[in-house]
């Protein structure tokens, strides 16, 4: 997906099309809680900057910013919102 974006950007570039990509973290939903362990869950958050479960609205903001006008000059960027769990 990455390189699939990143493609993609130097495809469309030259049309004012913008192509980003959005990795997240373990975000916790309904069917993850009834389907994992505790112990897992607890490994999910372990080792993150930000130890806390990451909730759907953790994406809200990036996604936002991608989708406004702010982010018109950026293409081919891949955004990580995990809580610091992995940093590039």
């Known amino acids: 997906m990455i ?5 993609l950007a130097r495809e469309l570039g030259a049309f004012g099309i913008t192509v980003n990509a959005l990795t997240p973290g373990m975000t916790q939903s ?3 809680v009834a389907t994992s362990s505790g112990n897992y869950l607890a490994s999910r958050i372990a080792g993150r900057a ?3 479960v990451q909730v759907p609205a953790d994406l ?6 991608l ?3 702010a982010s018109d000059f950026m293409t081919g960027q891949t955004i990580n ?3 610091g769990k992995s940093m590039h």
């Not at 809200?60 to 910013?65: E, P, R």
């Open 3 to 7: 390189g699939f974006t990143r493609a």
């Open 30 to 32: 309904e069917t993850q």
């Open 50 to 52: 930000i130890e806390r």
């Open 60 to 65: 809200v903001g990036a996604v936002m910013f």
């Open 67 to 69: 989708s406004s006008p």
């Open 81 to 83: 919102v995990d809580g």
